[in-house]
Every structure is written in C-alpha cells, then in structure tokens.
C-alpha cells in the first residue's frame, strides 16, 4: 500500500468512566475507500468526531500528510481538507441546493453574496462527479429525494478542494436504485484521488465499493485489512467476535 | 464527460404550469395575503362609500405604518423560528425615550431619535442574549420582557400619563405629506432603480451561462407593480383636504420612510451572508451550526434588529398620537403586527418568509381595522375578525407546512 494521508495512532477517548476508544489506530489512503465498521457502540461515531474535531482524544497521534496535526475544532478539520458527512445530512430544508452547498462559507462580492459565481461553481462540481439527476439546483433541497439530498451533501464536501471525505451511514435510508447512485459517487470520489471513509453496516455495500476494510469492535481496532484479503464471513467474525482465523492485524 | 448547462426555453405557460404545481406544493407564498386583500378592499369599497375615497387611502397608510414597521423587525425573529411578544411595548418604551428627551430635555428631534433606537438596540440585546446564551425560550423571555417593558413605559410617563410632543419634524412624520412633484420623483427615481437592478440581475446571469428566468414574465410583473404604485401615487397626489382654505395632497412622508426599512432589510436578508444564515438557522440549526455559522451571534442579532425597528415604530406613534402615553404599543399592536408577518405569509416554524410579507399582512390588517370601523362595529367585533383572519393565515401556514412534507 501507498503511504497513508491520515493516520490515527493509539487513540484513545473516555466519556467519564466509560473507555470508548481504546489505542485505535486507523489508515486512511488517497484514492480508496476505507470502510469502518463495528456493531453499534463500537465506537464509529466516536472516532469519525475526533477525525472531524468534534471530540478531542486524550491520547494518540493524529498524522496527516506526513505532518502530524491536532484537530482541536471543526475548523481545524476544515482547515486540512477533512470535509464529514452526516447520516441526518445536516442540511437545510428550506434553502436551495446552491445555498446549501456554500452554507456557512458563501462568495461574496463585496458585502453581497455573490450568487452567479455560487451557483456556476455547484454546477460544475455536481457535472464533475456526474450527478444528472438533479433538474434546477436552483430548487429547495425540500423537494429532493432521499438519494438526491445525499448526493448534494456529499458535493458539498468535495467542493472545497477536500482531501478526506468521510461519509456516515450514506446508504442507510436509500432504497436499491438510490443507493446504487450514491455508491457510485462514493467510488468516483476515490477515483478523483480523494481519501475516502465510509461507515456503513450493509456488507454488501462495503464489498461493492471499499478498498480497504476496518473493522471496530467494543472500541478497539480489530483489524484493518484488504478487501481482496478476507471474505464477508471473516468480516462478519471481526464485527462480531473482534477476531478471526486467517486474518492478521 | 462534461453537460453544459441547459439553457431551458421556458414559456408562460410553462412558467404558469410551474406555480401551480409550487402552489400544491405548499408553496403559496403571498397568495392568500393578496387575494384576501383584494377581496376586503371589494367588500368594504361595496359596503362604505367612504372607504376607497382617497382621504380614506392616505389614512389607511398612516394608520398601518407602525404596525408594519414592528412587522417588519418580527420578520427578522419569526424567520428562526421565535418570537418576541415584547416589541409592542418596546416600542413605547422607546416612544416615551424620545418624547421625554426632546420635550423635557430640550434634545434636538435626531439625536432624541438616535439615542431611542440605541435603547432599543441595548432592549433587544438583552432579550437576544438571554434567549441565545442562556437558552430560554423567546416565548417565556419575551413575555418577562412585555410586562417589564409595561411597567417601564408607566414609569416613564408617570402618574399624569401623556407625554406630549410638539417638535415639527417628528410630527410631519405621520401628519404631512410630500409635494406631489416629489412623490412623483420618489416613484420615478425607485422605479428606474428596481428596472435596473433587475436587468443587471438578468444579464450578469446569462453572461454566466446560468438558466434565466423568462424576461417575459419578469416584464410583466414589473410593469404591474409600477403600474400599481403609479396610480397610488397619483391617487395620493390628488386633493383630499376637508375644507378650501386646507388643502391636503401627496404621499405620506411616512412611506418614503416605510420604503427605506423595506428595502434595506430585503437587501440584508436576501443579498447578504447574514441574511442567507438567518434563513438556515431558521431551517435547521443543527446543520447551520455544523457549517460553522455562529448561530448564537445571528439569534442575538436578529432581537437587535427587532427592537430597534421597534424604536422606530415608537417615534411613529408618537407622531401620530402627538404623545406618548402608557398604553402606547399595548394592547392589540403586538398581535396585530404578528398577525401582519403571518397573514402575509412568513412562517411562524421560521425558515420562510420575506420582508414585503410584513407589509402586505400590515394593510390587511389595517383594511380590516379600518374598514369595519367605518362600517360602525366596535372594536369587540373588530378583536374577532382579526383574530379569526389570523389564525385563519396560521392555519393556511401549517397546513401548507406539512404539504410540503409529506411530498
């Protein structure tokens, strides 16, 4: 493998008595899709918040691009082209895509936002990642599909010259079509050369589109592995047990 | 492989077929504030022959003025999905700043002004701050906030009551009106400016290759509204004195004044990042939040904002009743003016509504306060009706809410 562009090492993090992650250490690659997985309370939701700088870890390394880094806020997060998409997408229902995607960080000219420069730019990153299936991004991000409003979130992310995009559970309430589409996106990003970190829990999603596969269980890193090395079923055992015959750490 | 922006041809019919599919979206924007405005104004005009008699029009102006300006600083707070029941009475606390400080105090008009709308500001700091640092509801903050403000304005005007004010300039406000040629520059000078900004809006975007939309209709709608205030002003601009020797012509200097908070606050909620970020926190907080926008900062500034238009509202009614006295703001202005922002369309779950919507709910408010009135009910009945079309506007409001979520 290549060397990494962020590299989590013996991360550790409590909420009071209770030890959520324990030494966590965590590769993530330009280029390829990194799968996290683990049951629930293994602690994903918690170590994608220290990626994003939600939560600050008490101990560990965070090294990104050879550097290494404390993400002390979202903003440092930003700062480093760490973009983190939301399983409840973090959108606004009542603006519309173009306002959506430059929410928080518009152009403006002058004291005016400046909503041509706004409005050509979303267009050319949605055409980049070949999103067709939104007619007017001019329209309310109310009147999109669930597959569409994921697809807006995770363009929002990559507008920003990111580097690392992680993306939580963005399958989870798409039916077969949709989720088909946002897996696509999700592969097309690390096709662009973006490390990519995708939670997910559906296997099948994981096998379909991941390069790389780690798996968490009750807080300590299982394993992270190659696709092409282990199968589902070794996969599930990494989940359910945090080991698994055959494969090495 | 790249797919250049569709340049889509629109048509009218298209563009009809288009709102009417927003329309039963849940998307009804002004519809019902208009429609019912048009069908009061046919009602009252049948019924009183006195009410569409152009003495009748500038007075309706007068009377609503105050109403729409606190609207119009509701819009900033209803828009995050808050409240503030205080406005009304700050308006007279502010009032009463004003009149004690130019009659008692000898302070010129302006800097009576400008230190009444500082006080509104601080006011409305207070309340933003406590709403947005300490996390308590508007609802409960601003309610602490309407009786405090009472007992303020009855301290303030005393045991006697009325303050009284007789400087000129405060008085013109909601007594004078423009020279006819002036109104008709007003009309002139903002109508070149509204057909400008809309061309250069048009062009800058079919330079940029984005979808424009249909000039057509834009012509059209352009060509109605100058039309419409075209004939205000020239209703306005005829005489309407009692008597010969009195003669009384021309706008109300108080649109002209009106005219400026519209614009200004339509220019800061659609064209400026604060505005865009009002929107969002009133949309979704959370993801507001997540996008880095401080929203503590932007709820502390909208009460600002309302306050001090506020205190603007307060030099009107002290223009327009010569004093200050301590029911000024109270009783139903409040919820008039709520009832201003609801009727014409601004959302009471926040994230939707404009600007000109305060204006539009104001005259209704104001036709139906003023039309039945002439027709010699009381203000028990009036109370009724307002408070039914009121909550008829917060009716139509959720309903279409929840249209447009189960789409």
């Known amino acids: 493998m290549s060397t990494p562009l962020l590299s989590l090492k013996g991360i550790n993090k409590s909420f009071g008595p209770v030890h959520v992650l324990k030494d966590v250490d965590l590769d993530v690659y330009p280029g390829q899709v990194t799968?996290?997985?683990g049951d629930n309370g293994a602690g994903k939701s918690t170590l994608i918040k220290c990626i994003a700088g939600i939560y600050t870890p008490e101990s560990g390394e965070v090294i990104f691009a050879g550097q290494k880094v404390t993400i002390d806020g979202p903003r440092a997060a930003t700062a480093l082209g760490i973009e983190i998409v939301y399983q409840d997408l973090a959108l606004c229902d009542n603006l519309d895509i173009v306002h959506n995607m430059f929410l928080g960080r518009e152009?403006?000219?002058?004291?005016?936002?400046?909503?041509?420069?706004?409005?050509?730019?979303?267009?050319?990153t949605l055409d980049g990642l070949n999103v067709r299936t939104v007619k007017s991004i001019r329209q309310t991000v109310s009147s999109l599909s669930g597959g569409q409003r994921q697809t807006v979130a995770i363009a929002r992310a990559v507008l920003w010259n990111s580097k690392v995009v992680v993306l939580d559970e963005p399958t989870a309430a798409l039916g077969v079509a949709q989720t088909e589409q946002v897996l696509n996106l999700v592969r097309r990003l690390a096709d662009k050369g973006l490390a990519v970190v995708l939670i997910s829990h559906n296997l099948n999603d994981i096998f379909q589109v991941a390069d790389n596969i780690a798996a968490l269980y009750l807080g300590k890193m299982a394993g992270q592995v190659k696709k092409s090395d282990v199968t589902t079923n070794q996969v599930i055992e990494l989940i359910t047990t945090g080991k698994s015959e055959g494969v090495t750490k | 492989m790249t797919t250049q922006p569709v340049l889509e041809k629109e048509t009218l019919k298209g563009a009809g077929a288009n709102y009417l599919s927003r329309v039963k979206a849940g998307d009804i924007g002004?519809?019902?504030?208009?429609l019912g405005l048009v069908s009061l104004i046919a009602v009252f005009g049948a019924m009183s022959e006195y009410f569409l008699t152009n003495r009748n029009f500038a007075n309706l102006i007068t009377q609503a003025a105050p109403v729409m300006v606190i609207a119009m600083g509701l819009v900033f707070v209803l828009l995050l999905g808050e409240i503030d029941l205080s406005a009304g009475y700050a308006s007279g606390v502010c009032g009463a700043v004003l009149v004690l400080l130019v009659t008692n105090h000898g302070w010129s008009w302006y800097s009576a002004l400008g230190a009444s709308i500082v006080i509104g500001a601080l006011l409305g700091t207070l309340i933003g701050t406590l709403v947005s640092r300490l996390g308590i509801p508007s609802f409960v903050v601003t309610l602490a906030a309407f009786l405090a403000f009472q007992g303020?304005?009855?301290?303030?005007?005393?045991?006697?009551?009325?303050?009284?004010?007789?400087d000129k300039t405060i008085l013109a406000v909601e007594n004078s009106n423009l020279?006819?040629?002036?109104?008709?520059?007003?009309?002139?000078?903002?109508s070149?400016?509204?057909v400008v900004g809309g061309l250069n809006r048009i062009n800058s975007r079919r330079r940029a290759g984005l979808v424009v939309e249909l000039t057509q209709l834009w012509a059209m709608k352009t060509v109605a509204?100058?039309?419409?205030?075209?004939?205000?002003v020239f209703e306005l601009n005829q005489e309407r004195g009692l008597s010969a020797t009195n003669s009384t012509k021309g706008v109300p200097i108080v649109a002209p004044l009106i005219l400026v908070i519209l614009v200004a606050g339509t220019f800061l909620l659609s064209k400026t990042a604060f505005g865009r970020h009002i929107y969002a926190v009133g949309g979704n907080a959370e993801a507001a939040r997540r996008a880095g926008i401080n929203v503590k900062r932007v709820r502390t500034i909208a009460f600002v904002l309302c306050s001090?238009?506020?205190a603007v509202a307060g030099m009107l009614f002290a223009s327009r009743m010569n004093s200050i006295s301590p029911s000024t703001g109270g009783s139903s202005t409040l919820l008039y003016a709520v009832g201003a922002a609801v009727i014409g369309g601004v959302s009471l779950f926040g994230g939707k509504g404009r600007m000109r919507d305060a204006i539009l709910g104001g005259l209704v408010v104001a036709v139906i306060d003023n039309g039945m009135g002439l027709l010699g009910y009381g203000a028990g009945i009036q109370f009724l009706v307002t408070g039914a079309v009121l909550l008829v506007s917060a009716g139509v409001d959720a309903v279409s809410r929840r249209g447009a979520l189960t789409n």
């Open chain 1, 107 to 124: 152009e403006k000219k002058g004291v005016t936002l400046n909503e041509t420069s706004m409005e050509s730019l979303a267009r050319k």
């Open chain 2, 179 to 190: 020279t006819p040629t002036q109104g008709w520059i007003l009309w002139a000078v903002t």
């Open chain 2, 308 to 310: 001090s238009l506020a």
């Open chain 2, 192 to 194: 070149a400016l509204y």
């Open chain 2, 152 to 166: 303020v304005l009855l301290l303030l005007a005393g045991e006697g009551g009325t303050i009284p004010i007789a």
């Open chain 2, 30 to 34: 002004s519809l019902p504030a208009v």
């Open chain 1, 35 to 37: 799968a996290l997985v």
């Open chain 2, 225 to 232: 509204l100058l039309i419409i205030t075209g004939g205000a």
